[in-house]
């Protein structure tokens, strides 16, 4: 064998050997796997801390409470309680004594506003029992469902899904999240929202058909709730238009109230 092609072979077997150290891994070790890109993780920052809260899902009920059922349209003394989902990046985090730019979506002319109290998830389970749902909650907040009202209601005229109407960017603002243990938990208390000074909405939790708890336990039938999760706990009657240049603000008793200027 020629000097030349001895050199070349063993430049081959050095190369393979150091190719299969390269890519030796210790035992039970697993290699993360790689992807083209990040994806922003959504979070909402936390009351008295420096971490903020994962959002895994974005669960909303609707027509929880009577009056406003009947303003759509519906019986509450015969519906049971329905759920609907928005991506979990339709977050927009709205800061406590600061006026946030909300920007009017695309593709309405109807745009509408739904104050809510929020329920964020510390863990999650199947078929959790309502005397157990809140020792699964985390802390709260206030939030705006904020609706393409005409493209909800064309969409369901015709039986399709209306996701259109809910599930866009921005369409979920938030304000931060604040632990059960600084807050307690949230059956009763004033809910009310304003555009341009006037009240719009105005009730009290207790009005809810469907309390946290039972909320927590009918949505853990359907899906397996994981920590990260939030619910939008549903909206009080008289909910309506906002337009380019409105200020929302809203209010729950114990919670700061938030506000939003349509852009």
Not at 10 to 24: D, E, I
Not at 79 to 93: G, W
């Amino acid at each position: 064998m020629t000097t030349s092609r001895r050199n070349l072979l063993a430049g081959s077997a050095t190369m393979a050997t150091g190719a299969l150290v390269g890519c030796a891994l210790p035992a039970g070790a697993a290699r993360s796997p790689q992807t083209p890109f990040d994806v922003a993780q959504p979070t909402i920052p936390i009351v008295g801390s420096d971490q903020v809260f994962p959002v895994r899902r974005i669960y909303c009920i609707g027509r929880n409470y009577a009056a406003h059922a009947r303003e759509m349209g519906s019986d509450p003394t015969r519906e049971p309680p329905f759920f609907f989902q928005k991506p979990s990046d339709a977050i927009q985090v709205v800061m406590p004594g600061k006026v946030a730019d909300h920007p009017y979506p695309t593709l309405t002319r109807n745009y509408h506003y739904e104050v809510e109290l929020v329920v964020a998830l510390a863990k999650g389970g199947r078929d959790i029992k309502p005397e157990d749902a809140l020792s699964y909650v985390y802390g709260y907040s206030l939030g705006l469902d904020m609706t393409r009202r005409d493209l909800q209601r064309e969409m369901g005229d015709q039986k399709k899904p209306w996701e259109i109407g809910k599930s866009f960017d921005h369409s979920a603002p938030i304000g931060p999240i604040h632990p059960v243990a600084q807050v307690g938990h949230f059956a009763d208390g004033a809910i009310w929202l304003k555009v341009n000074g006037t009240t719009k909405q105005d009730a009290t939790l207790k009005h809810m058909i469907w309390s946290v708890a039972e909320q927590i336990s009918r949505l853990s039938q359907a899906n397996e709730l994981m920590a990260g999760d939030i619910i939008y706990a549903g909206t009080p009657e008289n909910v309506g238009p906002v337009v380019r240049g409105d200020l929302i603000e809203i209010h729950i008793d114990r919670l700061p109230n938030l506000s939003v200027r349509i852009v």
